[in-house]
């Protein structure tokens, strides 16, 4: 059995719908005309108002209007829905999936967290409590070329690739992460060859990142809104941090250090050498960020009962979750791999650790259960997809 598209209406000359129609304006435009009409008879009705609506748009019913326009944004996710590639010379080794799920349009990247959804007024589509926005731009046919990435007001355009192209980029990612997370031996570099490193380097996408060297002769490598790391040599322009799986490798032409690449979780990321000023303008969206998450923070008082909705299994990463619990009217959280701790509420839907300067808020879906969190640290903002029973249960 196939669906059938709502029926039209047979009055004269209806008024074409706009290429990508909006529920939202429609019921605007009824309520215009509803307060217009009250001017003159009071006793009309909204649903009155909606029905000249729709069929002024050539439709029978304000029903029918209704499922046309839910059945041509159903028909615009779908077509929404493959990979998309970042400028490889950007990023490497990463692809960001987008797929239809219940009917909201999800994102995820290679190891990342999934994302749902929800369209804007103007089109664009956001995840809940996070500023990134994002569209997708459609060729002269109206197929969908690429995915275009706003964040902290800079736009970045990811092409759509080809499944295989995506599961090939997947393959390199795995490769890349067992190569990260290889053991590694440090060797000697003359200072005068280290030296050459000291600078600082930005991406298009806000990423900034410090080298220094240290009294002791080692360099030193920090993220904006990160700790000082110290760098140990592999090779004259190749070096690994200690703590963490993770590399930097700096391209050297004509004996000036020109760009660097970070190695991290399968992914590399090219950063070109900039001046201390641009590196500041990079970062500055990260810096502002983090500069709220480092103020004092006041606790308030909330019922176990609040507290309770917050419960449950959040997805860091691939590898990582988050669990939250409540013992004796408070509300802890623990990292896999990680020390247990309290968090403290601040409003009703955001607590924080003292532990460390990070934040963490819930936020509600449709249904009034929470939906998906957001953990605020070193200026960033990373979304924490909750776990269904069966999710967490794997």
């Known amino acids: 059995m196939t669906a059938t598209r709502p029926r039209r209406s047979t009055s004269s000359a209806p008024r074409a719908l706009p290429p990508q129609p909006s529920l939202a304006h429609l019921r ?51 077509s929404c829905v493959g990979f998309y590639r970042p400028d490889p010379a950007a990023v490497a080794n990463t692809v960001l999936a987008a797929r239809l799920e219940g009917g909201a349009l999800t994102l995820q990247g290679l190891n990342g967290p999934l994302m749902t959804l929800q369209q804007l007024e103007d089109g664009r589509f956001a995840a809940p409590g996070l500023s990134t926005r994002y569209s997708f731009e459609r060729g002269p046919d109206g197929a969908v070329q690429a995915l275009v990435v706003e964040v902290d007001g800079r736009r970045t355009r990811q092409d759509r690739i080809t499944e295989a192209a995506a599961e090939a980029i997947a393959a390199a990612n795995r490769l890349a992460r067992e190569e990260q997370a290889r053991p590694r031996t440090s060797i000697i570099v003359a200072r005068e060859r280290l030296a050459r490193h000291v600078g600082h380097y930005a991406s298009s996408f806000g990423l900034s990142v ?53 190695h991290q979780n399968g992914l590399v990321t090219f950063l070109p050498r900039v001046s201390a000023e641009t590196a500041t303008q990079a970062a500055a969206a990260t810096a502002r960020r983090l500069a709220e998450q ?16 917050f419960a449950g299994r959040y997805r860091v990463d691939a590898q990582r979750e988050m669990v939250v619990d409540v013992e004796d009217g408070h509300l802890f959280a623990c990292v896999t791999g990680q020390a247990r701790y309290e968090i403290y509420p601040e409003a009703e839907d955001r607590f924080f650790w003292t532990v460390v300067a990070a934040q963490l808020t819930f936020v509600m879906g449709p249904g009034g259960a929470v939906s998906h969190a957001i953990l605020h640290q070193a200026g960033r903002e990373a979304p924490l997809a909750r776990l269904c029973d069966q999710e967490a249960a794997a």
């Open 294 to 309: 480092l103020r004092p923070r006041v606790a308030v008082k909330l019922p176990a009962a609040r507290l309770a909705h």
């Open 210 to 262: 410090e080298i220094s060297l240290g009294h002791d002769g080692r360099l030193f490598g920090q993220v904006t809104g990160q700790q000082k790391l110290p760098l140990e040599a592999e090779g004259e322009n190749d070096f690994f941090f200690t703590v963490v799986a993770a590399q930097i490798r700096f391209r050297v032409e004509a004996g000036q250090t020109v760009a660097l690449a970070i």
């Open 28 to 78: 605007k435009e009824a309520k215009r005309r509803l307060a217009a009409r009250r001017a003159r008879d009071p006793a009309v009705q909204l649903t009155e108002v909606q029905r000249d609506v729709a069929r002024a748009y050539g439709f029978r019913s304000w029903r029918a209007l209704k499922a046309e326009i839910e059945h041509q944004a159903q028909d615009r996710l779908r």
